[in-house]
């Protein structure tokens, strides 16, 4: 019974973002996406994001619009006043929204059935160890690895993306949300 609902939600979800008409053309570009990244930090910290600039896969070249179907870079500024985050204490979950479609000029969550979630920072893109202090801190993300999440977005759109980190040794809390205009080629 479970197994046959996944595979419903799954099925529904691949029709209304492949199938059903998209009302995208309708929207203007949310924040400004269609010319730069658009970021805020959604924790209380400790850590605190100064800064986040998108890079290619070789952290060398700005790169807006976002490649999904690529590593990214986000180089990030933070202000880290407290704890070493280590593997395998640190861990990390992404939650992503897309813009438009049926609920109109709206963000609707794409369902990532669970693989993002509570996976090991330091062996997905953060590198470890995050020590106290200001300093820039080079984070990838990489989407190649779940072509699963990949197949169920469509090329040239904007996306949000919630970038979670939580240390199990000292339960403090990291967000940044992010808003991209991205292509998936």
């Not at 570009?29 to 924790?43: A, E, L, V």
């Not at 669970?114 to 801190?137: F, I, M, R, T």
């Not at 977005?153 to 991205?182: F, I, R, T």
Request: hydrophobic content about 35%; charged content about 15%; glycine content about 6%.
């Amino acid at each position: 019974m479970l197994l046959r609902c996944l595979l419903l939600s799954v099925l529904f979800v691949s029709i209304s973002t492949f199938v059903l008409p998209s009302q995208l053309d309708n929207c203007a570009p949310p924040n400004g996406t269609d010319s730069q990244m658009h970021w805020w930090q959604c924790s209380n910290g400790p850590v605190q994001f100064l800064n986040a600039t998108p890079y290619d896969s070789t952290g060398t070249k700005y790169e807006y619009p976002i490649h999904l179907s690529k590593p990214i870079v986000v180089k990030t500024q933070i202000i880290n006043p407290t704890n070493t985050y280590v593997k395998p204490n640190l861990r990390n979950t992404v939650n992503l929204w897309k813009y438009g479609g049926w609920s109109g000029c709206t963000w609707s969550s794409i369902p990532t059935l669970g693989l993002l979630k509570d996976l090991s920072a330091c062996d997905h893109g953060v590198p470890c160890p995050v020590v106290p202090g200001n300093q820039e801190l080079d984070v990838t993300i990489d989407f190649t690895q779940f072509e699963q999440i990949i197949s169920l977005l469509k090329d040239n759109q904007p996306y949000q993306l919630e970038y979670m980190l939580h240390d199990n040794q000292s339960g403090d809390d990291s967000c940044m949300m992010v808003q991209a205009w991205a292509y998936l080629q």
